[in-house]
């Protein structure tokens, strides 16, 4: 990937100081969304359980399947990053995972609930290689 023929990369490194500074902030604020939404699915197991009348031990599976989301969107999420203007795609990702994390507690079905988990792994992991990229195209030098 080389970062001079990138599309996100067309934009002109950030030359002054406090945009430079309001950059990293929010792509620093973009991980600890990506922290919350990974630690949130611990503590909500019982309900989601009890929301898609299952036991417990059936919907411990989630976890798996957000994580195979994750590996997934961080290998898709590199090559969309390499093609698409990153700003855009960033907030792209965010809208997709706020909404998916406000339609989880709803979700009555689990082969409904493990696709939505399935989805917000991708974003996590598209969230996650593109903030780290953007990071690195701010502080080039």
């Known amino acids: 990937m080389n970062p001079a023929t990138t599309a996100a990369s067309a934009e002109p490194a950030p030359s002054k100081p406090g945009l430079k500074t309001s950059r990293t902030i929010g792509y620093f604020a973009g991980f600890v969304v990506l922290g ?27 976890f798996i399947a957000r994580s195979l989301g994750h590996v997934l969107g ?7 990053y390499d093609r698409v203007p990153g700003h855009i795609l960033l907030a792209a990702v965010l809208v997709a995972m706020a ?43």
């Open 36 to 62: 919350l939404m990974v630690a949130s699915l611990g503590p909500t197991l019982p309900g989601l359980a009890e929301n898609t009348q299952v036991r417990l031990s059936e919907i411990s599976f989630l």
């Open 74 to 80: 961080s290998l898709q999420g590199g090559r969309l």
């Open 99 to 141: 909404v998916l994390m406000a339609l989880v507690p709803l979700v009555p079905y689990l082969w409904l609930l493990t696709a939505a988990l399935l989805v917000m792994g991708v974003t996590a992991g598209a969230l996650d290689v593109g903030n780290n990229t953007l990071l690195i195209w701010v502080h080039r030098e």
